[in-house]
Structure formats: structure tokens, C-alpha cells
């Protein structure tokens, strides 16, 4: 009886310490994960994606370089596609708007690490652009009408726009009580081609959306025109993974401030995301999104969060 407890005991001690062994592999394949063998950014077009995704090449290899881990840039067909890669861990680093990071930070703790400066500023307006001829002058007449944005989590295209129209108007639900349809156009430039093609009223892009469109459509200036602004917004971000090894973080963070001295990456930053430099950022500086967000997070529809 004695040497059929001893083996007992014996047999249980060896299943601990071989549990033990899976807990600390287990660790150990996490801190692994950290450091990921291949680390993906997400994109979202602002523009042509076939076009962003020869442009984003020689980022990702200066990246790669410069960290020492192969880089890769993904291109995704939405905001929230991205933001769920990077919950699920498929994406390790993200370019986000502020609203769209906002959303990726109170759902999956997602950070912000840097931010684009434009014309020497960190923030930036949308705006709202119709065609010539429409016989819309104010916002006053886009209800009843048609509403074209890149994204439902965009912060130009959507949220502030949104914000604005529910204060003036007193509306409750601006998608569908002011305007009578919305659509979701994949990107700035798509949302602009939706008015200048008569399938949508108005396209609500960052300030001036147009500009990207000129060599495909020369005639675009004159066949639109723009109505209004919003408020000034944050500018869009560079946020990662809080997986991610801090070393690398601070690593990842300092490759891209790097760029600031290399006029190779700078060039490809603005024909990416139309960014003249990189400075870095918090998340404070999205207080007035957050508090945007907040007091319409009931009355408007982010179908894909």
C-alpha cells in the first residue's frame, strides 16, 4: 500500500512539474510573440490601392532595415478591418485616423506612439464637397440628401461631420433622419468620384480631398466645390499592438522619426497619406475625439465596430 502511495505521490509530482514546464513554454511562446518574426502594417487607400501598395514597398524595406525583422505593408479595404487585424494580431502596427484609433484603443488598448504634421500643423479640417451644379450652398440643403464618406470610422469623413450636423440640425440620427441614404465609399477619393459621378450629393474627405483626384480628373475643381468645414481634428496616427516588446515599440518609433532626415521616406509618406512630417504623439491628444465620440456614441452607426 505504502509503494503504491509513493508512486502516487511520485506520478503527481512529475505532472506538476511538467505542467510547470508547459506554463513557463507558454510564456515563453508569448514573449516570442512580442518580438513577431515578421511585423505588418495596416493601410487603408486614401487613393488608388494598388497604387498605395507599390508606394508603401520601399517604407516597408527601410523599416525592415532599419529594425532588423522583415516588415510587410498591408494594404485592408477599411478602418476596421485594420483595427481588428491589429485586435487579432495579424497587424502589429496601424495608420489610423483619430477616430478610428480612439475606437482601437477602447476596444482592444491600442497606442499611439506618433502623428502626421501637415503644412507645419497637427491638425486639419473636412470638409464637404458637391458638385457645381447642384444647387446646394449650404448645409442646410444636404438634408434629403444623399451622403457619400470613405469610412464609417473615418474622423474627416464621418465623425465630425456627423457631430456638426446633429448640433446644427438637432437630429438624432444623422445617417438616415437628415440625410436620406449613406454610403460607404472605401476611401476619400472614392467618396469625391461618387459626387462627381451623380451617385451621391455630397462627400464628406479631409481638406482638399480633390487635390489626389486632378491627374485623373482634371476637370474636378470646376465640377465641384466645397460647402463648409467641420472643426479641427487631431491628425492621423501611427499606433501599435500593446504586445509588442517596449524595445521594439521605442525601436519602431525612432525608425519612423528617422524619416524626418531622409527625404526618400518623407516623399513616400506624402504620396501615401499626404504627410510632410512625423512628430510624436499621445494619447491626450485625442481628448476631443474621445468627447466627440461620447456624446453621439448612441446615435450613430459604426456597423463594423
Known sequence: MKKWLMLLVTASMLFVLAACGSDEGDAAGGDSEAKPEKIVMGFVPSQDSDKIADTVEPLAKELSDKLGVEVEGKVMN??????????????????????????????????????????????????????????????????????AVPDVTSTSGFLFPANQIMKEFEVEDVQNGFFSETISAGGHDNAIVAVLDGNADVATTFEDARGDLEEEYPEIMDETKVIGYTDWIPNDTISVTPELDEDLKKDIQEAFLSFNDNEEMIKVMNEVYSWDAIVEAESEDYQVVRDTYAKFKDSINIDDM
Open 78 to 147: 477599411s478602418y476596421s478591418a485594420v483595427v481588428e487585424g491589429m485586435g487579432s494580431g495579424t497587424i502589429h502596427i496601424g495608420f489610423l485616423p483619430a477616430f478610428a484609433f480612439v475606437l482601437a484603443e477602447e476596444k482592444y488598448d491600442i497606442e499611439v506612439m506618433l502623428k502626421s504634421e501637415r503644412y507645419g500643423s497637427d491638425q486639419y479640417r473636412a470638409q464637404y464637397v458637391v458638385r457645381a451644379d447642384s444647387g446646394i450652398e449650404t448645409l442646410a440643403d444636404l438634408e434629403g440628401k444623399t451622403w
